[in-house]
């Protein structure tokens, strides 16, 4: 199953968008960014958690539609090759 990730995440919805997804962990393992336009990089954190969650689980993230702000911002913080970016 994919979990879609909204058109905007920032410091507003960063945290309840954290917990929507960790009550749907078995949609977690593909997320889509198809729809995401407005962001900051707090959209980092949320993945990170979730990556770290699926991990303790054996499991693993696989990231769909990534725009390239994204990748820059995920290049900018070292965190391109944990995202699988």
């Known amino acids: ?3 879609f990730l909204p ?5 507003e919805n960063v945290l309840q968008l954290e917990k929507e997804g960790l009550l ?6 593909t997320i889509d ?3 995401l336009k407005d962001f900051d990089s ?3 954190t949320v993945l990170l958690a979730w990556q770290k969650k699926l991990q303790a689980d054996g499991q693993s993230l696989s990231i769909e539609h990534a725009p ?5 911002l995920a ?9 699988g970016l």
């Open 68 to 72: 390239e702000k994204l990748k820059v």
């Open 24 to 29: 749907n962990l078995a949609n977690l393992r």
């Open 42 to 44: 707090t959209v980092l």
């Open 33 to 35: 960014c198809s729809a």
């Open 1 to 3: 199953m994919t979990f």
């Open 75 to 83: 290049s900018v913080y070292g965190v391109s090759a944990l995202l």
């Open 7 to 11: 058109t905007t995440v920032t410091q």
